[in-house]
């Protein structure tokens, strides 16, 4: 979609269309090698060391983070290629906020990336067995009746969060507490008690996060049709990232590390904001000149 969106923005302002596969490639390696390098910084992480990089390795990594190598990978590429970045970078940017808002309803799905407990009409409750219910039931938050408690759950297994599906994945630990077979366990019933047991309400962080996202993205189309100055599109995503990871983040129910008050995510959302804005005073200053 990235391609098929950028490369009809490249054609629009003569850009060589050609490269714009061989760069997003580089664009997705360079951000997977920063995502997985985050996981560095992860408490969990300790003792793995470089082994981060394995595929066999769990955990997706931060998307910021894939971002920010993203960029970096994609700049390099067009500069070794002696290519114009201002105007590459343009007619990439707004694809950025769809690929985000994209992701952000993985994050949903996923049960990663929640917002904190919310005690208004705006919260929402995840599913017996997601992560999120799973964090609640650890930190003695919520509870649920003996017979429907698992194990530990394997960190491994994929984590699906609507429906059936997602109680189905935990019945192998539920039968090892129980001290049965993983077929003797699987029953409607069962499933039917299951789901009764939710998290607390939460913020819709990632549904937030993704309507911010392509409603900035859909902007970001039209300051691109009608700017023409270079680097106008490109200043617009930066800014309007920073400010959805600003804003956002604060209501995050994991913000990680923490430096003055702001999370990791969020001093890189504040230095893409200032780096938008200082590319558009420099445009603006251009122009007056």
């Known amino acids: 979609t990235a391609s098929v969106t950028t490369g009809i923005r490249a054609r629009r302002r003569a850009l060589d269309t050609t490269l714009l596969a061989p760069a997003l490639t580089v664009g997705l390696i360079s951000g997977w090698v920063f995502g997985r390098a985050s996981l560095l910084t992860d408490p969990a992480a300790r003792g793995v060391g470089w082994r981060v990089f394995s595929p066999m390795q769990g955990g997706g990594g931060s998307l910021t983070y894939f971002g920010v190598g993203a960029a970096i990978g994609v700049i390099i590429f067009l500069l070794l290629r002696r290519q114009p970045v201002l105007p590459t970078a343009d007619a990439v940017a707004p694809s950025i906020l769809f690929a985000v808002g994209i992701a952000k309803i993985g994050c949903l799905m996923s049960g990663c990336c929640e917002g904190a407990l919310c005690s208004n009409a705006f919260g929402i409750t995840y599913p017996y067995g997601s992560a999120v219910h799973e964090r609640h039931l650890a930190e003695n938050l919520i509870t649920v009746p003996a017979d429907l408690k698992y194990e530990e759950a394997d960190p491994k297994s994929e984590r699906l969060t609507f429906g059936h599906l997602q109680v189905l994945r935990y019945e192998t630990k539920i039968g090892t507490s129980r001290g049965t077979d993983e077929r003797s366990v699987v029953t409607t019933e069962l499933v039917a008690r299951a789901s009764e047991y939710r998290s607390l309400p939460v913020w819709p962080l990632p549904i937030m996060a993704s ?79």
């Open 211 to 289: 309507i911010a996202a392509i409603a900035c993205g859909i902007a970001a189309e039209f300051v691109f049709r009608r700017s023409t100055k270079q680097g106008t599109t490109l200043a617009f995503v930066l800014c309007a990232y920073g400010a959805i990871r600003l804003i956002l983040d604060w209501l995050l129910a994991d913000r990680g590390h923490v430096a003055i008050g702001m999370s990791a995510a969020q001093w890189i959302g504040a230095f893409a904001f200032a780096i938008g804005w200082s590319i558009y005073v420099a445009g603006r200053s251009r122009r007056a000149n």
